[in-house]
């Protein structure tokens, strides 16, 4: 199918504009004055055409305020898209008559494709048009029989289907209980297998990540003396490294961090105070998890700028080691990253990608981020410096990736580093328990988002377009998709 933008771009993307509240394609629904827009691009894109998106105060085809408070702060079900297909003939017009008849009868347009008619000699166009509206109610039924006066071969298609995925933050809810293993199930080879009161610890603190749903406080945890000094030495260690070989932005928030949430070495701070002050930077939060999640449903989280993490902190007799994410990786490595805007951006490209993705482009999605928000580089003069919490939360990887000197890192190999290409990292295979081989440094973490955007536009391939609403904390898709009955674990 060809995107709409084969004919006269500004003079239908106005007439679009103004049958579709929503607007087609575009990436953030704007917080402040606009409600529609137009994007031709695929995958999930920004639209950049300011004159296809006008005021509220413009608004003239709705009907009553229902369909504004709908467009601000609800998310229409899935079940209520419909897909049909029409022809027009291609002559001046042809295509505008058609589309007034969803205006005239007050039907939101969410997505148009166009083509050529495959009818050998017949001078004509197909059209493929999604809108908000379900079969058998009057508005559609009247619509129908317009069209069919209008065009020709007009008929609905079935939706497509796609895997499920979360379309509001507060489905995130639902991934408590789907984790792949449980935060307080430690391997034989944890440093605190054979402790029961370490064991019981973890348990307790599980619990309440179990328990915790959307739009609660999250629960405060009083850790022990032994707790907070593992943090301390693990937070001294580190921040002896970070002037170093941290990026710029991570040296700069840190800072903040230890002002507006607590961060000392005396002290363990609270995922509750963190959120706050993400929310109040990037838009970010956080929430707790008990245990490892899947790859998509981890990602999918992303979406919604929320990021999983732990509170437990690893087992006290080997402070600088652990086999798993806890909370000193999540708190030292991740969190401090999610307030530097162009870092959560990143971080949400990647997550709205995922969102009814197919198992193969998860995998490749994954890849990426491992090559980036866990092990990503970046270039600051004539060196490289870390920006991922896999690299932020290791004092051994953290010099061996970025130190020019030998021995770093208790080696004296040296790292493959490769200019950040998200279609080559996507493919790049990793290990989980030894240094990386290879890491993926970026020119900026701007420039590492615009290509991350690049990739996710071109290669990740979905028969749909995502809109994330801020305002909502939810996501609008312009396609008519069945989601699959299962969650998929992939």
């Not at 347009?109 to 083509?115: D, G, N, V, Y």
């Not at 008619?117 to 809108?131: L, Q, R, T």
């Not at 994410?325 to 951006?345: I, K, N, R, S, Y």
């Not at 980036?372 to 061996?400: H, N, P, Q, T």
Request: hydrophobic residues 35%.
């Amino acid at each position: 199918m060809f995107p709409l933008a084969r004919f006269s771009l500004r003079r239908v993307a106005t007439a679009i504009s103004r049958c579709s509240g929503n607007g087609v394609g575009n990436r953030y629904l704007n917080q402040q004055s606009y409600v529609a827009g137009f994007s031709t691009g695929t995958g999930t894109h920004t639209s950049e055409a300011q004159d296809s998106a006008f005021p509220v105060s413009e608004i003239r085809h709705m009907s009553d305020d229902n369909q504004l408070e709908r467009t601000l702060s609800g998310v229409p079900s899935l079940s209520q898209r419909t897909s049909l297909v029409f022809k027009t003939p291609h002559t001046p017009g042809g295509l505008e008559n058609a589309i007034r008849l969803f205006w005239k009868h007050d039907l939101n347009m969410t997505h148009i494709e166009s083509r050529p008619s495959k009818v050998a000699g017949e001078d004509s166009y197909e059209f493929s048009v999604d809108f908000e509206g379900y079969l058998e109610h009057e508005k559609v039924d009247a619509l129908l029989v317009d069209l069919k006066r209008e065009c020709t071969e007009v008929h609905i298609s079935d939706p497509k289907k796609v895997p499920w995925f979360p379309q509001k933050i507060s489905d995130l809810d639902t991934f408590a209980s789907k984790t792949l293993d449980a935060g307080a199930d430690l391997e034989s080879d944890h440093p605190g297998f054979h402790d029961e009161v370490y064991r019981t610890r973890r348990a307790n603190i599980v619990e309440g990540a179990k328990v915790y749903r959307y739009g609660n406080e999250i629960p405060r945890v009083e850790y022990s003396k032994d707790e907070t000094r593992t943090w301390g030495t693990v937070y001294k260690k580190l921040k002896e490294l970070y002037p170093k070989y941290a990026c710029s932005q991570f040296n700069s928030i840190l800072p903040l961090m230890e002002m507006n949430c607590g961060y000392s070495e005396n002290n363990i701070p609270q995922l509750e105070d963190i959120s706050r002050y993400l929310q109040s930077c990037t838009g970010f939060r956080l929430r707790p998890v008990c245990g490892l999640l899947s790859a998509r449903d981890f990602l999918n989280a992303l979406a919604f700028r929320t990021f999983f993490s732990t509170q437990y902190i690893r087992h006290h007799s080997k402070p600088l080691y652990t086999p798993e994410p806890d909370v000193c990786h999540e708190l030292l490595g991740h969190v401090p990253m999610f307030a530097d805007q162009d870092f959560a951006d990143f971080s949400h490209e990647i997550g709205l990608a995922s969102l009814g993705a197919s198992d193969a482009d998860i995998k490749r999605l994954a890849s990426c981020y491992w090559f980036s928000v866990e092990f990503g580089l970046c270039k600051e003069g004539d060196e490289v410096k870390a920006y991922g919490a896999g690299l932020l939360s290791s004092f051994g990887e953290l010099e061996y990736a970025c130190a020019k000197h030998r021995p770093a890192g208790g080696t004296f190999e040296r790292p493959e580093i490769l200019p950040w290409i998200p279609s080559i990292a996507a493919d790049t295979e990793y290990p989980i328990t030894t240094f990386q081989p290879k890491y993926f440094c970026a020119e900026s973490l701007k420039g590492a988002t615009e290509r991350m955007r690049h990739f996710c536009d071109t290669e990740i391939k979905r028969p749909f377009y995502v809109t994330y609403q801020p305002l909502t904390n939810s996501v609008l898709v312009d396609r008519n998709v069945k989601l699959s009955n299962e969650q998929t674990t992939h």
